[in-house]
């Protein structure tokens, strides 16, 4: 090759002519693409923040509630706890105040709007069906683990030494004497029929608006059965959120594990169980006037059965 030439072309032109194709840049990424994704998650947030707050705020509720709840059922020197000694009784009570206080977040106007997720598992499981941009997916979950941490430090302030009590312990979730393994499986099993019941519900017209009954019910009867296997989570966010204020960190990775293994594995069932059918929205409580940030064709869903 005559590199004095101007007109011929050397190995590095033609190198440089690849990469610059359509189907090259695809491949190993441009930097237009990650100058685009900041600004893609900058407008995201600029239209979708109230939701990302409210996310946080339905956890710092549930968490702050989870606290009070144990200390006034758990805590020695509480008059609930010296009167009611059966521990069947204590959990029975404590899932019942749990459950509605998730079926009041689910219906509350805060939930309309939000989708009433509260929970990175639910959330990157609607993601992994295609309701939820990955954008607000993002925040959703960043602002689900910040809202938790922030309702247990109120706890904290408003219970003080109450809440650090062994008995209290901050309500952090731990395997049961079974170990962690018989924790992990409970865990998924959960996990995976809690996110099933939703998309069953959430996508049958004549359920539809009690999706929030059905998913708080499963909450109070997993509090009363289930705790003593793993401390009942379902929530890498309201687990770290209890292990923050008590400084535990044992056996963590089970409930940043299996429950979005469980609600994943859920969403895979069904999409496969109802194969070419559209999943209605990843909201749990849709029959309201508030605003849908998801790829959302409720409207669609207007059989008496499921369309997906």
């Known amino acids: 090759m005559d590199l004095a030439n101007q007109n011929s072309i050397s190995a590095f032109d033609i190198l440089r002519q690849r990469i610059n194709t359509p189907a090259m840049l695809m ?16 407008e995201a947030f600029k239209k979708h923040w109230p939701e990302y707050l409210m996310e946080a705020a339905e956890l710092g509720l549930f968490m702050f509630s989870a606290c009070a ?42 939930g309309q709007r939000s989708g009433a997720h509260f929970n990175p598992s639910v959330t990157w499981t609607f993601f992994r069906l295609g ?7 993002a925040f959703y979950t960043l602002f689900q683990f910040a809202g938790g941490i922030a309702g ?7 219970f003080h030494k109450l809440l650090a009590h062994q008995s209290v312990n901050y309500a952090v979730t731990l395997p049961g004497s079974n170990g962690p393994i018989v924790a992990l499986l409970a865990e ?13 519900v959430s996508n049958t017209k004549r359920l539809a608006r009690w999706t929030g009954i059905f998913a708080g ?67 749990l ?24």
């Open 27 to 42: 491949a190993i990424g441009t930097p237009e693409r990650s100058i685009q994704w900041p600004i893609r998650m900058a």
């Open 69 to 110: 709840f144990t200390v006034l059922l758990f805590h020695p020197s509480s008059p609930v706890a010296q009167k009611i000694h059966d521990g069947v009784l204590r959990r029975l009570l404590m899932g019942t105040a749990m459950g509605c206080m998730a079926i009041a977040i689910i219906f509350s106007p805060l």
């Open 131 to 137: 309701k939820i941009d990955l954008s607000d997916a």
């Open 152 to 158: 247990v430090m109120l706890a904290s302030l408003t």
């Open 188 to 200: 998924i099993i959960i996990s995976f029929i809690l996110m099933s019941v939703v998309l069953t």
């Open 217 to 283: 019910a499963l909450v109070a009867t997993y509090i009363t059965i289930e705790s003593p296997i793993s401390g009942m989570s379902m929530n890498p966010a309201r687990t770290l959120s209890s292990a923050v204020g008590a400084q535990i960190w044992m056996s963590l990775w089970i409930y940043f594990v299996a429950p979005p293994l469980g609600m994943l594995l859920a969403g895979e069932v069904y999409r496969r169980l109802n194969s070419g059918g559209a999943i209605a929205c990843a909201k």
């Open 285 to 308: 409580h849709h029959h309201n006037n508030q605003r849908c940030i998801f790829r959302c064709n409720f409207e669609l869903n207007d059989r008496g059965e499921s369309k997906s």
